[in-house]
């Protein structure tokens, strides 16, 4: 068995319901994961999108979510999760609207791919204010045991 991640409101490749994007009420999707592996201290999620801004030429990757330090006997988030709702320990990073929390799919153009990435971690991350997903990065490097990734698409009408 190995580290999985999984949405009800999705399917892997699967479009993104408008009520998870800046078209409807932009809250977070039920994610679950499952297997996590022995040895887990904590877990890391980073939801990102590779396509920006155009997926026929991207120049970046956006940032749309970063949670971490997610406790490993969590096995997932609760669609449209509060901050103080949020498991004890978890901390969030700063997303690409240079803020915490979840920012729903909201592309100027064309199909793009939302990355659910979720990392088992052998360590705790220290509590950096203010932390973003590169941060995150170069702090999980030599830490991360395993990696699973859930992809959605969306594209504005």
């Known amino acids: 068995m190995s580290l999985t991640i999984t949405s009800s409101s999705f399917s892997h490749?699967?479009?993104?319901?408008?009520?998870?994007?800046?078209?409807?009420q932009d809250i977070s999707p039920a994610l679950t994961w499952t297997d996590i592996p022995d040895g887990t201290k904590s877990l890391v999620?980073?939801?990102?999108?590779?396509?920006?801004?155009?997926?026929?030429?991207?120049?970046m990757t956006w940032v749309h979510w970063v949670l971490y330090n997610l406790p490993p006997n969590v096995n997932g988030l609760p669609e449209g999760v509060?901050?103080?709702?949020?498991?004890?320990g978890t901390l969030q990073g700063i997303n690409d609207w240079s803020r915490?929390?979840?920012?729903?799919?909201?592309?100027?153009?064309g199909?793009?791919?939302?990355f659910h990435k979720l990392y088992a971690l052998n360590t705790i991350l220290p509590d950096v204010k203010n932390s973003t997903k590169a941060m995150l990065e170069k702090a999980m490097r030599g830490h991360v045991i395993a990696h699973a990734e859930l992809i959605g698409r969306y594209q504005r009408h």
């Open 82 to 88: 509060e901050a103080r709702k949020l498991p004890s």
């Open 100 to 109: 915490t929390g979840y920012g729903g799919p909201c592309p100027p153009v």
């Open 13 to 24: 490749n699967g479009t993104i319901p408008a009520r998870h994007t800046c078209d409807g």
């Open 111 to 114: 199909s793009h791919r939302y």
């Open 45 to 59: 999620l980073i939801v990102d999108d590779p396509d920006a801004p155009d997926p026929a030429a991207p120049k």
